[in-house]
Every structure is written in structure tokens, then in C-alpha cells.
């Protein structure tokens, strides 16, 4: 018996902006808020307990220090990477220099809370 991966917590300054960020980028739908103000994202007509995990967007007052120690990688699913690239910029995300390589198949980007996550060059297809 293994376990996996149900739910990736993150704690927001703005959890209702991020979960309208990472629908977009994911599209996801709300499926779930508690009374801390906490906001479940997870895929339509799954939520929690699907192949994919739902992101839970727990509000917090905390600065934040430092990068974070654990990062997402996405990949695009109906359109190739650059195209994807140009979507995710309108949806707010920027492109953050970590120090890859200039030659990287990936882009470095964060979300609009400066959560850094990468746009991996693979097309996937979607779940």
C-alpha cells in the first residue's frame, strides 16, 4: 500500500486572488472554502480525491522568507509551450531569473504572490 499526493497546501496573503490565478492556469474551479477564509481549488466535477490534487489556499499574515523550498512544475496540455507562455503571462504570472541555464527548456515564472513554478516544454495529456 502507498499513499499519494490528495491536496498541496499554500499559505496566501490573497487567497481569493491566487485561486482565480491558479484556476486560470490549471482550470480549475472552486470546490470547497472554510471558515479561516481557506479556498479548495481542484479540477470540475472531481474536487478533492481525483487523480489530480486539489490546492488548498489557506490565508496568511506571515511574510514570506526566502524561496520556497518546494516548487510546481506545469506542462501544457492542449497547445505548445510558447503559446502556453504568452497564456500564463496574461493570467499574471512573471517570468523570475533563479539562475537556469540561458539554454533551459523550462521557464521560471511566479504566480501573482511571487511563488515561483516552472512551465516545462513537454506537452501532457490532459487528466
Not at 472531481?46 to 489557506?58: A, D, E, H, K
Not at 511574510?63 to 499574471?92: F, Y
Amino acid at each position: 500500500m502507498a499513499c499519494r499526493i490528495s491536496e498541496l497546501v499554500l499559505d496566501a496573503a490573497d487567497p481569493e486572488g491566487l485561486a482565480v490565478f491558479w484556476c486560470g492556469v490549471l482550470g480549475y474551479v472552486e470546490v470547497g472554502r472554510e471558515s479561516d477564509g481557506s479556498i479548495e481549488i481542484g479540477p470540475p466535477d472531481v474536487g478533492f480525491g481525483g487523480p489530480q490534487p486539489t490546492i488548498v489556499l489557506s490565508p496568511s499574515s506571515e511574510p514570506r522568507r526566502g524561496k520556497l523550498p518546494l516548487h510546481l512544475d506545469v506542462s501544457p496540455t492542449d497547445r505548445d509551450q510558447d503559446a502556453e507562455l504568452v497564456r500564463l503571462l496574461a493570467l499574471g504570472a512573471r517570468p523570475v531569473d533563479v539562475g537556469q541555464p540561458a539554454d533551459a527548456t523550462w521557464h521560471v515564472l511566479a504566480d501573482p504572490e511571487g511563488n515561483e513554478f516552472c512551465l516545462l516544454r513537454t506537452r501532457l495529456p490532459p487528466v
